[in-house]
């Protein structure tokens, strides 16, 4: 099963003072077909964590220990 999802993630800079940059984002995730129905929220949770950890400039989780600050906006069936 391939899932589009559209998100928004926030993605911290290096200056002080809480800046940074709201960024809208998709990302294709392909669902193995063996995954019961109630699982596929969660695996596609931890893949967008994971491709935010390899794609923001900086590590988010040194302060937050998790990847976090995303909302999925929109989530289409391939």
Request: aromatic residues 14%.
């Amino acid at each position: 099963m391939k899932l589009l999802i559209y998100y928004i993630a926030y993605y911290w800079d290096n200056h002080q003072g809480g800046s940074g940059n709201y960024v809208e984002s998709k990302l294709l995730i392909e669902i193995e077909n063996d995954v019961v129905a109630y699982m596929v929220w969660e695996k596609v949770h931890d893949k967008i964590k994971e491709h935010l950890k390899i794609t923001r400039p900086f590590d988010q989780t040194i302060y937050l220990k998790n990847q976090a600050e995303y909302s999925i906006t929109k989530a289409e069936l391939l």
